[in-house]
């Protein structure tokens, strides 16, 4: 709640916000204290659940992180994607092709599930920056559906149909790590560190200038910005955390579907942001545990039609929450600035 | 060149065929999205209701199948774009990416539906009686179904032109096409167009889901290939564009039966070539509606 508050609101918005340093400086202690709680708290998980809650745990952060990878598009950039569980998809056969060819040493599957991540995304990004709003959708839908097919179809790399089996687990320094709560403790940091690198890209100059051109492309496009080649860039780097969190993934439950890179997937991350709150950063990462927990907990209740609810679960989100949890975060918080007038 | 033309004869009028079945799915998708500003993702879906009701009325068995399967399927479609146009009215207002999110929602719901109900099995549709066998095309077997597809494409394909470009109904099209507020500042209720056209675009859909039957058959899955073949159609012939879904679906027919035909290993690279060459030249696709999109 506490992370951005800067981009609840603000249509009108445009160029690099300028604020004093020393107020920046005390909010960052305020704001880094309860975040230091969580990060213990979150740490301290496994030694008091049981394997299979830390492995659903694990699973969390992992779509967490893919979902945060995604709002740097839908929400900072204003690009909504439905295909980007073709680079998460495209990570994890990556990491997953790694560990059983080469090695399962711990960073370097996922690093080069990041990275194959990122080249992918380049490769197909430069097409779909080209255009934008229902275009840069059904571009994005259309590009995940061709790796879903490549994946089925190239049977011979990817396993086909069966899924990518026979994963070795992630080694580090040699030792195969085999039990949930240590497995959660190496998703953990990873995916802490994808966090806070995305952070880190919607903060920096380079993310106040996506949000520009979300707000208003043409003004920043008079000031000298090339929207197309911040958007290139963004769509890799999206591209890239969600081959990270692809890798993540193949360590985690050792086997890669085809599905893992479809419209399924596609259309679940895009849920876990909207249902969130797009261009919060940290609403996606409710989102994912929403969307996980239900999946996961009424998904095999209902004969692995998991998707009806989900599918029901986004039409009542449209309905009920149009800026996800943060709109509702959101509301709180400007009532409570109204009466002190415009903040 | 004769030669290779003589080879590939078969695959070139099953890219026809397909470009039919595509044309009529597309331009659904595009009448609805170029009017009313729906992108509707639950396109495909509709198209598998449309298989699937071929398979409960055993359309191959006889011609009363057939068309009880089709008109079934024509009534549902209708029902089914109605109860669509409420849904997104209150939406109206909103980005149109919440209108898309609703529907691809629906979209998986009736996917799951139809898998609830079928099952995950592969149906196939047999043609009907009469038009099950095949006949000689410049000396090579072609199944007369496929044939009697192509005629239906371009029947309708005429159809449409004709009702776009010649009747007041269609004026009212290409005057929502164009600009939709001023439509319904000259006194037309803008809500009951929606309805009609969403109405007719779903219609269309579950009406292709039912002549393809017999093709592509039934299964879980063919929902998301169909409403991808069709969004590529529409992107490269421009949305909201009559003339472009046309041409969309016989250039995306012919790459997806030759490209499989000559190169199977690498259909797909031709299919997303082909999308990526036409967006290079024609950012907006090559008959462009509206330029604010």
Do not use: C
Request: charged share 10%; hydrophobic share 55%; aromatic share 8%.
């Amino acid at each position: 709640m506490s992370v951005v508050p800067d981009s609840t609101t603000e249509p009108a918005a445009a160029g690099p916000e300028v604020r004093p340093s020393p107020t920046r400086g005390r909010g960052l202690a305020l704001r880094a204290a309860p975040l230091l709680v969580l990060f213990l708290l979150l740490a301290a998980v496994p030694l008091f659940v049981a394997p299979f809650t830390a492995n659903t745990l694990s699973r969390i952060l992992i779509f967490a992180l893919f979902a945060v990878s995604l709002d740097l598009l839908v929400g900072i950039t204003g690009l909504p994607s439905l295909g980007h569980a073709a680079y998460f998809g495209i990570g994890a056969y990556t990491a997953g092709l790694v560990s059983i060819h080469w090695t399962s040493e711990a960073p370097v599957p996922v690093l080069l599930a990041a990275a194959a991540g990122a080249v992918a995304a380049a490769a197909t990004g430069w097409l779909a920056v080209r255009s934008g709003g229902v275009y840069f959708l059904m571009l994005t839908l259309a590009m995940g559906e061709l790796v879903h097919q490549l994946a089925q179809r190239l049977t011979g790399v990817t396993g086909g149909s069966n899924g990518l089996f026979g994963i070795p687990s992630v080694r580090v320094g040699g030792e195969p790590l085999t039990l949930a709560g240590l497995l959660y403790w190496y998703v953990l940091a990873i995916a802490l560190l994808g966090f806070v690198g995305l952070w880190l890209v919607a903060h920096s100059p380079f993310g106040s200038t996506l949000k520009g051109i979300r707000d208003n492309e043409p003004r920043m496009r008079s000031l000298g910005y090339s929207p197309f080649r911040y958007k290139f860039v963004a769509f890799a780097i999206a591209g890239g955390f969600a081959g990270l969190a692809g890798g993540l993934f193949a360590g985690l439950v050792r086997i890669v579907n085809p599905t893992d890179t479809g419209f399924t997937t596609s259309a679940l991350i895009l849920l876990a942001v909207v249902l969130g709150g797009a261009g919060t950063l940290w609403g996606p990462v409710l989102g994912a545990a929403v969307v996980v927990l239900v999946r996961d907990t009424f998904g095999p209740q209902l004969d692995g039609h998991g998707p009806l609810l989900l599918g029901v679960v986004f039409v009542v989100a449209v309905y009920v929450l149009p800026r996800g949890f943060a709109g509702l975060a959101g509301l709180a918080t400007r009532r409570r600035r109204a009466p002190g007038g415009a903040a | 060149m004769a030669g290779w033309f003589d080879a590939n004869l078969v695959s070139i009028l099953n890219g026809f065929a397909i470009g039919s079945l595509l044309f009529i799915l597309a331009v659904g998708l595009s009448i609805v999205f170029g009017m009313m500003d729906v992108l509707n993702l639950a396109h495909g879906a509709f198209f598998l209701v449309g298989s699937y009701l071929a398979v409960t009325f055993v359309a191959g068995e006889s011609w009363a199948g057939f068309f009880t399967a089709l008109g079934v399927a024509a009534l549902v479609g209708l029902l089914a774009g109605g109860a669509l146009a409420g849904l997104t009215e209150p939406l109206a207002r909103r980005p149109i990416l919440d209108q898309a999110l609703l529907t691809l929602g629906i979209s998986l719901i009736v996917a799951e539906v139809l898998s609830i109900i079928y099952g995950n099995d592969v149906f196939s549709v047999p043609e009907p009686p009469a038009l099950a066998g095949s006949v000689s095309v410049a000396g090579s077997a072609y199944p007369t179904y496929r044939l009697m597809l192509i005629a239906v494409g371009l029947v309708l394909a005429l159809v449409v032109w004709l009702v776009v470009e010649k009747t007041s109904i269609g004026a009212l099209v290409r005057a929502s096409v164009a600009d939709r507020e001023m439509v319904s500042a000259m006194g037309i209720d803008n809500r009951k167009v929606k309805f009609a056209v969403l109405g007719v675009g779903s219609l269309l859909a579950t009406v292709a889901g039912v002549l393809a039957a017999p093709v592509y058959g039934a299964r879980p899955g063919l929902d998301k290939t169909i409403l991808l073949l069709a969004l590529v159609v529409i992107v490269i012939g421009g949305l909201g564009s009559i003339r472009g879904a046309l041409v969309g679906a016989l250039v995306i027919g012919q790459v997806e039966s030759l490209g499989r035909a000559l190169v199977p290993d690498y259909a797909s690279f031709i299919l997303f070539g082909t999308l990526a060459l036409v967006l290079i030249v024609r950012p907006r696709g090559l008959f462009a509606g509206k330029v604010a999109h």
